[in-house]
């Protein structure tokens, strides 16, 4: 992928997590949908760090790609 594709991606990426993030409500989760919801927060902003910076060359390595 290219820089742009992987800055829109990444993007995307924060903005999930941006749009999840507004449903949380502070503190520690008591619940198990509370719980989930902050997974989705942290594993949204991980894939938009990968993309964005890629730091295992996973995006961007030309033999990985079919």
């Given at each position: 992928m290219e820089l742009r594709q992987r800055l829109?991606?990444?993007s995307i990426w924060i903005g999930v997590?941006?749009?999840i993030a507004t449903t949380l409500e502070p503190g520690i989760p008591a619940?198990?949908?509370a719980a989930m919801r902050l997974f989705v927060v942290v594993m949204s902003l991980f894939l938009a760090a990968v993309y964005v910076f890629d730091p295992?060359?996973?995006v961007t390595d030309p033999f990985r790609q079919g």
């Open positions: 829109i991606a990444g997590a941006a749009v619940s198990i949908g295992w060359k996973v």
